[in-house]
């Protein structure tokens, strides 16, 4: 059972255009959502969150909007660049009680940025 | 402040032998989870660890065991290894809280022939 999808194995855009990356979820009780991005041989790197109670958040080029009715997320990067090239992960947070909290992963999305 | 620290980075084994990766989070992070990425799977969950207790399991089989040293350390063990083990194993280091998320290590690459 895979509570958080990105349908989209892989996107490829133009320099200077804006990439879109999809994740649906499937578990209302998520309460925050995070992107990763992981170059090759490398680990994955934080990029950026939002809680459940938000609707957007900013930083730089970077922007991810929630829509909880629809149980979607996407992470808009404008303008892309080449060095944005990476495979970008959705996850979301489960909270099991206390401090115990549990990330789940979605299959990633290998961003392509053309120059 | 020193990162995630993952040991050894490349690993080549023979099917049927078991393998111990080592884990070393940011200091003061007591918790410590394991991830296996494959190309088709993703990142696929496969325990955490908290002040030396599995506290939360993924749907690995028993094969796939760890542990957490005092110091929070970790090393997860796969024993009678299959040519379908290979993959890139990565730990990822929090603090108690998990607001922000993990601090993920370069992850070792187990390659099984």
């Known amino acids: 059972d895979q509570q958080v999808k990105q349908n989209s194995p892989s996107l490829s855009v133009q320099e200077g255009r804006i990439s879109i990356l999809n994740c649906d979820y499937t578990?209302?009780?998520?309460?925050?959502f995070l992107w990763y991005k992981k170059y090759p041989a490398e680990g994955p790197t934080f990029l950026i969150s939002?809680?459940?109670?938000?609707d957007k958040n900013e930083d730089g080029r970077f922007t991810v909007f929630l829509n909880k009715s629809a149980k979607h997320l996407s992470l808009h990067i404008v303008p892309s660049q080449p060095g944005d090239s990476a495979v970008y992960f959705c996850?979301?947070?489960?909270?099991?009680?206390?401090?115990?909290?549990?990330?789940?992963f979605g299959k990633g999305t290998l961003l392509t940025v053309n120059p | 402040k020193a990162g995630v620290t993952q040991t050894p980075r490349y690993l080549i084994k023979t099917r049927g032998q078991q393998v111990t990766l080592s884990c070393s989070p940011i200091s003061g992070h007591r918790s410590v989870s394991w991830y296996q990425q494959t190309p088709g799977q993703g990142l696929q969950f496969l325990f955490e660890?908290?002040?030396?207790?599995?506290?939360n399991k993924g749907n690995f089989p028993g094969r796939f065991s760890g542990r957490q040293f005092s110091n929070s350390r970790s090393e997860m063990n796969v024993s009678t290894l299959e040519l379908g083990d290979s993959a890139l194993y990565l730990c990822?280091?929090?603090?108690?809280?998990?607001?922000?998320?993990?601090?993920f290590g370069s992850g070792t690459r187990l390659t099984v022939v």
């Open positions: 939002i809680s459940s109670i938000k």
């Open positions: 990822a280091s929090s603090p108690a809280g998990l607001v922000y998320g993990y601090t």
């Open positions: 660890y908290f002040s030396e207790t599995q506290r």
């Open positions: 578990n209302s009780m998520f309460d925050y």
């Open positions: 996850a979301a947070r489960l909270n099991s009680g206390g401090s115990n909290y549990k990330l789940t």
